[in-house]
């Protein structure tokens, strides 16, 4: 059996000096701690696909907490299948004791109760979530009630807005005058040109 680390900061700026230390303390090799310093949102990281491709049966994976894994619970949860039940690994999760699924003495109660815990973990974080939205939602509506109004305000367009269009539907302006003259976007522009020739 072989112990492996795995350490993750969101960016380059952020210290790996607190994950360092705790996964030092446990008499890992340096040469098996593998940092990234990418975002969680999925496992396409460079030397964590390094770690999983030397994980072996009966090797052990050290992290300190399940959110250096990823931050995708649902994600998580498919990845420590991977490593428990595909590649037949152990992982230990520092800041959580009951996440350990090493089995001593053929004792499956370690590897039974960390699928529990990650699973009410997961359930936890997706409830979580699901409030997170609907709170925005609730906000936002009653924000709307209240007359707040949301994204860029519509631009203010010149009195003489239709002639402008009517003349570049006659080909007497050309675009670039009628994005001078309007001061809009390009395609604000296009889209007020088919308004007007629908109605035109």
Known sequence: MKSYAYIRVSTVAQNIDRQYEEIKKLGI???????????????????????????????????????????????????????????????????????????????????????IVLQILSFVAENERINIKQRQAEGIRIAKEKGVIFGRPKKELPENTNEILDMWLKGSLTKEQVLDQLGISKSYAYRLKRERRFVS
């Open 29 to 115: 090799n340096e040469s098996d701690i593998y940092i990234d310093k990418e975002s969680g949102k999925d496992f396409n990281r460079t030397n964590y696909k390094k770690l999983i491709r030397k994980l072996k049966k009966g090797d052990l994976l050290v992290i300190k907490s399940i959110d250096r894994l990823g931050r995708n619970y649902e994600m998580i949860l498919e990845e420590w299948a991977n490593i428990t039940k595909k590649k037949e690994a152990d992982i230990k999760v520092i800041d959580m004791p009951l996440l350990d699924t090493r089995v001593e003495g053929g004792n499956l109660i370690g590897r039974f109760i960390s699928d």
